[in-house]
């Protein structure tokens, strides 16, 4: 594995990649590396001949500068498990390479970047979706692999790609998750002993959520409060419980058919997000399993 710095090396890569005939996948990531992250690697390896690795910890989505300041980074652990996973190129751009003086174009997909994250976070779409699309156009790889855990940052991409006609296939990962049930998620190595065992509540919460919605429940209402209660249990209040379309992140009337139901809260000082799946009972065989795992040791 080789890591570069610029586009102009990145696209010397891939250029050369497509001479002989290769495809080309990349692998978006803000880095701190954990077993979601390698999932997504090896899923673009399923589908390229030459696997790139985005690592860069983008600024302009981040609303708070002590989240930003406080987001983990070790490169060289980062690099060592791309390269034992295989990876090709890991694009390891510096701000300046990514936002040259005099930058200000902004991309913002109205409406879905507007809603739950995007209400709670002004602004963090307009961040993903700008740097989403710089980093597309840097590489243009054919395949671009992502996590179900941002499941809102998907649709914002899958709109991006789809209404600007970018010539790229997005492929989704389902969410990997501990054994105890939380998704893995970079900030989870700012939770205490006690604030990871409490953590574990997001994911019974919106297992509750789901499992009504399996016996039949089709009022959100209902859905939402099953989740808070379990939330309650562990005095974990939610900046949002939302049974919405997965699609379009409006929420729905009724439980007819797949809906997401997605949440976010505070774990001491730490947000976490989360989501799930849930059906009405005819469409229940449809719902995918979570990925259980525990994150591999550098």
Known sequence: MITVRTVTEVREHVRAARAQGHTVALVPTMGAFHEGHLALMRRAREHA?????WLFVNPSQFNEAADLAAYPRDEGRDAALAAEEGVDVLFAPADGEVYPPGFKTQVNVTGLGDVLEGAHRPGHFTGVATVVLKMLNMVQPDVAVFGAKDAQQV????RLVLDLDLPVRIEVVPIVREADGLALSSRNVHLDP???RRATALHRALEA???AADAGERDPVRLRAAAEAV?????IEAEYVAVVDPDTFQPV???????LVALAARVGATRLIDNITATSPETRFARQPAVLTTPKEA
């Open 49 to 53: 001949d030459l696997v790139v690795v």
């Open 155 to 158: 649709a914002v991409v899958k």
């Open 194 to 196: 006690d604030e990871r």
């Open 209 to 211: 959520a789901a499992s």
């Open 231 to 235: 939330l309650l249990e562990q005095d």
């Open 253 to 259: 009337a009724e439980v007819d058919g797949h809906v």
